[in-house]
């Protein structure tokens, strides 16, 4: 177990209107410096086929297609003790400051990619942001139940009303 405090800022703009939440990153994204980092996780591909575009390669390729489709997103833990990348080994949780994004930001929806981001949304953030989060399947590799298509498709149940504007 070692004590690790998250590196990266959020991905947002003022045009956002979604916020996506993981729990921490992985080792492998920490030694990428990035979201997302590890090769097997299904996030940039999922992402790319809701906004229907090709999935990017590097992190400024990233950044601008997740901008483009009006999407931020963050970790729910600022910092944490953690073994690895294990979600389950997560201890001594201080989360980030969602509620001061949600705040500068045009957001109106909040999706938690897997069941431990949503847990750890609703222990440490909900109450100070005033807004439920929407559980979606994790892309993680460790979530092998799930096909990219199934994922992509259960995704794009819950994700299409906000992205295609239809929020009322």
Known sequence: M?????????????????LILGTFPSVKSRENGFYY????????KVTAALLGVKPPETV???KAM????HIAIWDVIASCTIRGSSDSSIRNVMPNDIAG????????AIFANGRKACELYEKYCEAQCHKKAVCLPSTSPA???FSLARLTECWREQTDPWLLGKWG
């Open 101 to 108: 994004l949600l705040a500068k930001t045009g957001i109106r």
């Open 60 to 62: 400024e390729e990233k």
């Open 2 to 18: 070692e004590t690790v405090t998250h590196t990266f800022e959020p991905v947002y703009d003022a045009e956002s209107r979604i």
């Open 37 to 44: 980092g590890h090769p097997q996780n299904r996030f940039w």
């Open 66 to 69: 997740l901008l483009a489709g």
């Open 143 to 145: 979530n092998a139940a």
